[in-house]
Nanobody
């Protein structure tokens, strides 16, 4: 059983940056492809980015390419999401998730974190 804990959320002004972290325990992170998702109030959860188990493959939501960067440090069992040029529309709860390494791009995720709130003020 893998446990994922997100951190790094908070309140930031429009145009600012945040880096989210997702720390994994109970398993070896390199065995999993990892993804970031977000859910804004009143909206469905949406895909943000994904990274393969070894870090060589990365996918992004088209609307976020160039502003968000996903990375991982398997030695630290941690995945990151660097978010730049933040906009009020980026306000949401951000979740990380772990899925089978053998599927790329991931077709589903087995484990989810509790989420971290990101609020971007205008």
């Amino acid at each position: 059983q893998v446990t994922l804990v997100e951190s790094g959320g908070g309140l930031v002004q429009e145009g600012g940056s945040l880096r989210l972290s997702c720390a994994a325990s109970g398993g070896t992170l390199s065995n999993y492809a990892m993804g970031w998702f977000r859910q804004a109030p009143g909206k469905e959860r949406e895909f943000v980015a994904a990274i393969s188990g070894g870090g060589g493959g990365r996918n992004y939501a088209d609307s976020l390419k160039g502003r968000f960067i996903i990375s991982r440090d398997n030695a630290k069992n941690t995945v990151y999401l660097q978010m730049n040029s933040l906009k009020p529309d980026d306000t949401a709860v951000y979740y990380c998730a772990a899925g089978p390494r053998t599927n790329w791009p991931p077709q589903g995720y087995d484990y989810w974190g509790q989420g971290t709130q990101v609020t971007v003020s205008s």
